[in-house]
């Protein structure tokens, strides 16, 4: 089974939907003791950052996906979902997230075009569980903020928005896309239905 973390700040019927019209059995989950004993987790959300790490550390939520990314469960973030991972973001102001990655989200540039970054964008892609190295699929976004120091280490991708910034990271169970796959077309599906599939440290 695949939970989908709800802290009150996600698309979340949108991923559950495309879950289910891939044939995989997914649930919004409130609970942390649902996440973890679940087989995988996606984390999505929408909006500012230190509200959403107030509301999983509020809820708890926060502290049951760090454990069930250190028993080896396998984690998709999604948009904020994805910034959540790392150590902290100066939306707002600085704020810690749950740490689970070194790196610090920041805001995109003012390099001529409008921000947030909406639209459809080509990815530069390397090997990782969610694609394959060479693929360049085209995949939807909407965001202000970036990975943009992230290390070489675990970027599975990157876009190019008047600057390059990491738009995919992959190391070891636990994955994250900037984009939203669930809005992506037949390309994220497939990134989805690769997740899903995946059994990462477990």
Sequence with gaps: MIAIADYGMGNLRSVEKALEYLGFAA???ENPE????????ILPGVGAFGQAMARLN????????KEAVAAGTPLLGICLGAQLIFKGSDENGYHEG???LKGTVKRLPDCGLKIP???WNDLKTRDCPLFRAGENPTVYFVH???ML????????ATCDYGVPFT??????NILATQFHPEKSGDAGLKMLKNFALYKGGK
């Design 149 to 156: 120091d992230i290390s070489d280490e675990f970027t599975a």
């Design 144 to 146: 202000s903020y970036a």
């Design 58 to 65: 509020q809820t708890g939520l926060g502290q049951a996906l």
């Design 117 to 119: 970054h909406m639209g």
């Design 98 to 100: 749950l740490g689970l």
């Design 27 to 29: 649930m919004t989950t």
């Design 34 to 41: 649902t996440l973890k004993k679940a087989d995988s987790i």
């Design 167 to 172: 738009a995919a990271v992959a190391k070891g």
